[in-house]
C-alpha cells in the first residue's frame, strides 16, 4: 500500500489514514498489544482480539480502498483484478447472504469446535486463524461500502437489510456462548491454571457480552451509514 501511494501522491490522505493509520493500527492492536498477549489467558480478551479481526480491522481497511489503488497504480495486475472482480464466480461469492453466513460462522464454528484451542497450541493456525477472520469481513465491507469496484452492486436497500442480519448474528453468537453450559476450552482453561482474574465461568460470561455488545456497536453506527447512503440514493 505504501510503495502504491508513492507512486500515486495524489491519493487522498483520508484513505491512507483509514487503511495505515486505523485498518493496520487496529491490527497491531489485535495482535501485539495487551489483547494478543492475554488472548490465550482470558476468554474476554480473545472475545475482544475477535470482534476487531472481523469487524474494526476489515471496515478500515475496506476504507483504504486499496482495490481501487492497486488498479491505478499497476496497470497490467489492475487488469486482471478487474477481470477476476467482473466474473462470475466473484459475483457467486460476495452474494450478500454467502458474506454475511462467512462473517457470522466463521466465528461461530471457531468458538464451538476444538478450532479454538488450536490455535494455542500452533503458531501457524493462529496466523491462518486471524486470516480467516478478516478476509470475510473485508469482503462483507467490500461488497457493501462499494468504495472500490464490486462484482455487483447492490441497492442499499439490500445493503441495510443485510447489515442488520450482521448485528443479529453478533448478538446470537454472544447469547450462545453466554448461555453455553458447557466451558469453552476448559481443558486449556484449566490447565493453565490462572491464580487471578474472573472465574472460568465468569469470564465466559464476559467474552460473550463482548462479541453482542461490542459487535452490535460496530454494526449499529454502519448500518446507520447504509441508511444515510440510502436516502441520498433515493
Known amino acids: 500500500y505504501l510503495v502504491a501511494v508513492r507512486r500515486q501522491p495524489d491519493w487522498p490522505v483520508a484513505r491512507r489514514i483509514w487503511f495505515l493509520g486505523l485498518g493496520l493500527g487496529f491490527l497491531v492492536i489485535a495482535t501485539m498489544s495487551f489483547v494478543g498477549v492475554y488472548q490465550p489467558v482470558l476468554f474476554w480478551v480473545r472475545a475482544v482480539q475477535t470482534v476487531l479481526l472481523v469487524l474494526v480491522v476489515p471496515l478500515f481497511l475496506a476504507l483504504g480502498r ?3 489503488l492497486a488498479i491505478a497504480v499497476f496497470p497490467r495486475a489492475g487488469a486482471r483484478i478487474e477481470a477476476a472482480i467482473r466474473s462470475r464466480q ?7 447472504a454467502i458474506t454475511t453466513f ?21 503458531v501457524t493456525v493462529r496466523e491462518l486463524t486471524f486470516l480467516a477472520l478478516m478476509i470475510p469481513g473485508f469482503a462483507f465491507f467490500w461488497t457493501l461500502l462499494r468504495v472500490d469496484p464490486v462484482p455487483k452492486e447492490y441497492s442499499y436497500a439490500v445493503s441495510m437489510w443485510i447489515t442488520g442480519a450482521e448485528v443479529i448474528g453478533d448478538a446470537f453468537l ?7 453450559q458447557n466451558l469453552i476450552g476448559a481443558d486449556w482453561y484449566h490447565a493453565l491454571g490462572r491464580p487471578w482474574g474472573p ?36
Do not use: K
Open 66 to 68: 486499496p482495490i481501487s
Open 90 to 96: 466473484a459475483r457467486v461469492l460476495t452474494f450478500p
Open 174 to 180: 454472544g447469547i450462545a456462548v453466554i448461555a453455553s
Open 102 to 122: 462467512a462473517l457470522v460462522g466463521v466465528p461461530f464454528v471457531m468458538y464451538f469446535t476444538s478450532w479454538y484451542t488450536a490455535v494455542f497450541h500452533s
Open 199 to 234: 472465574s472460568l465461568q465468569t469470564d465466559q460470561v464476559l467474552g460473550g457480552g463482548v462479541l453482542w455488545i461490542l459487535g452490535d456497536l460496530v454494526g449499529l453506527p454502519f448500518l446507520a451509514a447504509q441508511l444515510i447512503q440510502l436516502m441520498r440514493e433515493d
